[in-house]
């Protein structure tokens, strides 16, 4: 099972980014996928989460209404589209997923946010 995230850079504040993670290696569908992220010198913290069988969504209030997670099973992949981008939303952001029991991180993509 791996997890490979991407599509982080440096946008402005509200501007858009959209963020990948391919995932490969499931054999089945029945869990659930999503972004953490962490800020420098801050905890991790949970962002979105998506059911890939049903597609039931999860957001933390702080993204609620500006972020969107979506799943393209088609090409395992997860997206999280970002919108009206704040500077509080500066961090590295990982896809993560608990599989079977066994949990798993995908490298982190760096997202900054500053004019």
């Known amino acids: 099972v791996q997890l490979q995230a991407s599509g982080g850079g440096l946008v402005q504040p509200g501007g858009s980014l959209r963020l990948s993670c391919a995932r490969s290696?499931?054999?089945?569908?029945?869990?659930?996928i999503g972004w953490f992220r962490q800020a420098p010198g801050k905890a991790r913290e949970g962002v979105s989460r998506?059911?890939?069988?049903?597609?039931?969504?999860y957001y933390a209030d702080s993204v609620k209404g500006r972020f969107t997670i979506s799943r393209d099973n088609t090409k395992n992949t997860l997206y999280l589209q970002m919108n009206s981008l704040k500077p509080e939303d500066t961090a590295s952001y990982f896809c993560?997923?608990?599989?079977?029991?066994?949990?798993?991180w995908g490298q982190g993509t760096l997202v900054t946010v500053s004019s």
């Open positions: 290696g499931f054999v089945y569908d029945d869990y659930d």
């Open positions: 998506i059911s890939v069988r049903s597609g039931a969504t």
């Open positions: 993560n997923t608990d599989y079977r029991g066994r949990v798993y």
